[in-house]
């Protein structure tokens, strides 16, 4: 072997070796904090005065109503006696609720 070609390999080596070692240290993580933090739990917030204006505003305002239309308990659609009871005297097969109001079917 030529003198030349073992100066080229050992360049490479070292060119190798140095950029190995600078991403071992830049990739490193930094280091977490390991100390320990006393938890503390919170309790609900109670505002008397924000409970009692909520009371208010559930009393004094009136839910929209539709003329015609019968109020029932269920958000989804689901057979609801009440709803029966409207709709099967009309000679509808069944009623069902649906986002709290009765529909015939």
């Known amino acids: 072997m030529s003198l030349p070609f073992l100066k ?3 360049v490479f080596l070292l060119i190798a070796v ?5 991403h071992a ?4 993580p930094n280091p977490r904090d390991s100390s320990v933090v006393e938890e503390q739990s919170l309790g609900p917030i109670h505002n008397e005065e924000l ?3 909520l009371k208010i505003e559930a009393t004094t305002t009136p ?4 003329p015609g239309r019968v109020s029932c308990d269920f958000e989804e659609a689901n057979e ?3 709803c029966q009871e409207h709709c099967l005297p009309k000679g509808y097969t069944y009623g069902i609720c649906v986002s709290h109001t009765c529909s015939c079917i």
């Open 25 to 28: 240290v830049a990739g490193k």
């Open 8 to 10: 080229v390999i050992n």
């Open 80 to 82: 609801d006696a009440v």
């Open 51 to 53: 409970d009692a204006k």
């Open 18 to 22: 140095t950029a190995c070692l600078i």
């Open 63 to 66: 839910e929209p109503k539709i």
